[in-house]
């Protein structure tokens, strides 16, 4: 199993659509956990970071889920500018980041 | 602050030729991560700095791979000798602490 997973997609959906993201890890240990989002040709940009008791930054909600070892993205209302590529970030020992291979979402009007 | 530097942005070479990419991390950062992306892989860490100091160099795919920081405002990545096989994205990213990293706009290398 990969260290850190994710389905990389497209997904395709409307504007106005919710659309969600999970992302696996294998290390039980990992204590850090981060979603980034890269445009196409750029570099990727800290999106938001994921608490235990999860978190919501405008239309973005991020969550935890320790038992089953995954975290999700969730987005809500869709807009074009969404479409990015999704990559997860996990951290595992002191301070060593994992990224995902990302999960492309693609909004179309 | 200009964010992270790295030069060149594009890089074509010859195999077989000494490739030095290098970057500038943002002022007052202590960490600092070199990575390659390519479709097959996706983004990979090669190697990352503490306080200038090399912790992890574990990602480094072979001895033709070398890294240094020598001062807190610069790192090179070189390669020698250069491969098409390492014909990537490579970036450069730094962070203060474990907090968000900030990635530099990378180098596109194309070994021919």
């Known amino acids: 199993r990969k260290e850190v997973e994710q389905d990389p997609g497209p997904f395709n959906v409307p504007e106005g659509a919710t659309v969600a993201f999970n992302c696996t890890y294998s290390?039980?240990?990992?204590?850090?956990f981060f979603w980034y989002r890269q445009d196409c040709r750029k570099e990727p940009k800290l999106l938001m970071s994921?608490?235990?008791s999860g978190n919501e930054d405008g239309r973005f909600t991020a969550q935890l889920n320790r038992a089953s070892q995954y975290i999700s993205l969730l987005i809500r209302d869709s807009k074009l500018s969404d479409s990015a590529t999704y990559l997860c970030v996990v951290y595992r020992g002191s301070y060593i980041p994992t990224f995902g291979r990302g999960t492309s979402l693609i909004v179309h009007p | 602050d200009a964010g992270v530097i790295q030069s060149p942005r594009h890089e074509v070479t010859e195999m077989g030729q000494e490739v030095t990419l290098r970057c500038k991390p943002i002022s007052g950062h202590d960490y600092l991560f070199w990575y390659r992306q390519t479709m097959m892989r996706g983004l990979e860490l090669l190697i990352y700095?503490?306080?200038?100091?090399?912790?992890?160099d574990s990602g480094m795919p072979e001895d033709r791979f070398s890294a240094k920081m020598p001062n807190a405002s610069f790192s090179t990545l070189k390669i020698q000798p250069s491969e098409p096989r390492d014909s990537a994205v490579y970036f450069c990213a730094s962070s203060f602490s474990v907090n968000e990293q900030f990635f530099g706009p990378g180098t596109r290398l194309t070994v021919l």
């Open positions: 994921v608490y235990s």
């Open positions: 290390n039980s240990a990992s204590q850090s």
């Open positions: 700095f503490n306080n200038n100091v090399p912790i992890d």
